[in-house]
Every structure is written in C-alpha cells, then in structure tokens.
Nanobody, 124 residues
Framework: VQLQASGGGLVQAGGSLRLSCVASGRTFGAYGMGWFRQATGKEREFVASIWLSGGGTYYADSVKGRFTISRDNAKNTLYLQMDSLKPEDTAVYYC??????????????????WGQGTLVTVSS
C-alpha cells in the first residue's frame, strides 16, 4: 500500500490542524492504520491508531483528549484532527499501515507501510 500524507503547516499554540493520509494500492486490507511523529533529535513515537477489528481507536497519553483519529473507507483516507496544539507537538507526522492482526499496536516495527511525512510546527 502506498500512503500520501498532507495537511501539515505552521500554527500557533492552541490552534488546530487536520492531517490527511490517502492510501492506494493494496489499501485497506491493512488491519490497522496509525499516526506517528518524530521531532528533531528524537525517536519516532506513536500518536494514534485505528483498527479494523471493532474500529477501536488508541492514543498516546500526550495527545489523548486533543487529537482524534478517523478513517473514511469510501475515500481510502485516514485523518488526524489535532486541536489545542502545543509547541511540543512540533514534529514530522507520518501515517502508517499495519498488516499484523490485532489491535493497539504502538511499535513502529509493527507497521509495514509508511507515508512520506508532513511537518507540523506549533509556535508559542
């Protein structure tokens, strides 16, 4: 599956952005989709995921209550609505697809396909 992320940009603290990720190819045969982020000098970290089995959604504690992950199967698109943004949310955000059965996977190694990343910068 090929993933194309977009929607990043510069926003002031407290503002909102919505990221999109369009999937093509062997699309939503994936069991789960997720968003990860990587700040400069840091490791890639889990942000949120959504799973085919039960449609469950999972969030990192740092974004819970502020970010919302969703998917539109008709459009083969994954979204991440980010509200109440903080400077520490600044990072390159990646969408990813997992072909491993199960739910609530949070390790990057469990996701086999990745988008190219979109930069989110939150100014204070």
């Amino acid at each position: 599956v090929q993933l194309q992320a977009s929607g990043g940009g510069l926003v002031q603290a407290g503002g909102s952005l919505r990221l999109s990720c369009v999937a093509s190819g062997r699309t939503f045969g994936a069991y789960g989709m997720g968003w990860f982020r990587q700040a400069t000098g840091k490791e890639r970290e889990f942000v949120a995921s959504i799973w085919l089995s039960g449609g469950g959604t999972y969030y990192a504690d740092s974004v819970k209550g502020r970010f919302t992950i969703s998917r539109d199967n008709a459009k083969n698109t994954l979204y991440l609505q980010m509200d109440s943004l903080k400077p520490e949310d600044t990072a390159v955000y990646y969408c990813a697809a997992s072909f491993l059965y199960g739910t609530d996977r949070r390790r990057p190694v469990d996701f086999g396909s990745w988008g190219q990343g979109t930069l989110v910068t939150v100014s204070s």
